[in-house]
Nanobody, 123 residues
Framework: QVQLVESGGGLVQAGGSLRVSCAAS????????MAWFRQASGKEREFVAA??????YYADSVKGRFTISTDNAKNTVYLQMNSLKPEDTAVYYC??????????????????WGQGTQVTVSS
């Protein structure tokens, strides 16, 4: 079965950088769209970034600061986060879906999820 395992979260000061990773197994990685969502305490889960069909998508709040990338040889998707702000504090989730399954922005379009990794940005 499909498994997604995130790693790399932690505590960082505002203005700093962090990279989170998501290792996927049980799927043909190149056939899947990969995405990152996040959920802050007391808030709804929100879209952060996705890759689909060779294109990259970002939430306005992270555009220019975050970069999503994939390594097909390692079945891994990364989220490089720069210029972090306290409002980026959240649990970050990796998600996967079979490619070309509609809009990449909606969490309901992704059937596979990781367990999440906490990212905390201190002011």
């Amino acid at each position: 079965q499909v498994q997604l395992v995130e790693s790399g979260g932690g505590l960082v000061q505002a203005g700093g950088s962090l990279r989170v990773s998501c290792a996927a197994s049980g799927l043909t990685f190149s056939n899947y769209d990969m995405a990152w969502f996040r959920q802050a305490s007391g808030k709804e889960r929100e879209f952060v970034a996705a890759t689909s069909g060779g294109y990259f998508y970002y939430a306005d709040s992270v555009k220019g600061r975050f970069t999503i990338s994939t390594d097909n040889a390692k079945n891994t998707v990364y989220l490089q986060m720069n210029s972090l702000k306290p409002e980026d504090t959240a649990v970050y989730y990796c998600a996967a879906r079979l490619g070309y399954s509609g809009s990449p922005y909606y969490s309901t379009h992704y059937p596979y999820w990781g367990q999440g990794t906490q990212v905390t940005v201190s002011s």
